[in-house]
């Protein structure tokens, strides 16, 4: 079977009319960007039961500040706050439509973390929807915490951590960047990697999802905070599909 790699896929957005709201003026095209879940400012979020998910005060609250995306040379900058993670989705998302299986890559050059916050995310997300609690699966770096494969199997449930089987594998060490971000998908199989090189690649994790094969592929970041911005920059972003 023949693949096409494309550095910016020129997949028709018109066979997907209800995502043409979309801000993309200062993106390529098909890329598009916006404010996700709890980081739209000012809307409103469920309250979150305290016996599920404890503490964690970010929870049931919506971002203050808005996000941004740019590109220019092939690469891309991403500020966003709130969390990609709870029952609720929060962060700038930069993506475009895809369909069926794909291959997804860029490079994490640098994350501006203010505050060093531990689960501040830059990420590579599949999802069925924008929707702040769409079922979605990412291979995400954390600043603080390393990297990490997230999936949410149904809308509104909460993000599952499915790490790699094999715990004692090679893998980028926290606070390391540049770092290389793959997710993989093969029908209803999903799997994320991680590399410091783009050459040699480690499993993050793997998850078989029943995903609608008519998804969203994108860029996130994420601050984990209402109020501060975490600035995400990628390159050498391609995505690869298999041509029809």
């Known amino acids: 079977m023949k693949h096409r790699t494309f550095a910016v896929s020129l997949l028709i957005l018109a066979s997907f009319p209800w995502l043409a709201a979309a801000d993309s003026a200062s993106l390529p095209e098909p890329w598009k960007h916006e404010d996700i879940g709890s980081a739209r400012v000012g809307m409103p979020v469920p309250p979150v039961p305290a016996d599920k998910f404890g503490k964690n005060g970010l929870f049931g609250k919506s971002g203050t500040i808005a996000g941004s995306a740019k590109q220019a040379d092939g690469v891309f900058s991403l500020q966003g ?23 997804f890559i860029a490079r994490v050059t640098s994350m501006d973390n203010p505050g060093k916050v531990a689960h ?10 924008i929707d702040g609690g769409s079922p979605r699966v990412a291979q995400c770096i954390t600043a603080v915490d390393g990297t990490q494969f997230l999936y949410r199997e149904k809308d509104g ?16 060490p926290k606070e390391k960047f540049p770092c290389w971000l793959k997710l993989v998908r093969q029908g209803n199989v999903f799997t994320g990697y991680e590399s410091l090189d783009g050459q040699t690649w480690w499993p993050t994790g793997t998850i078989k999802l029943d995903l609608k094969a008519d998804a969203l592929i994108g860029l996130s970041s994420s601050s984990h905070a209402t109020d501060a911005l975490t600035t995400s920059v990628f390159d050498h972003v391609t995505l690869t599909t298999p041509s029809k």
């Open 81 to 103: 706050t709130m969390d990609i993670w709870g029952p609720m989705d929060g962060g700038h998302f930069v993506w475009q439509p895809i369909q069926g299986d794909f291959v």
């Open 120 to 129: 501040a995310k830059a990420g590579l997300c599949i999802r069925e929807s």
């Open 157 to 172: 449930k909460t993000i599952r951590d499915k790490p790699a089987a094999d715990a004692a594998k090679p893998s980028v």
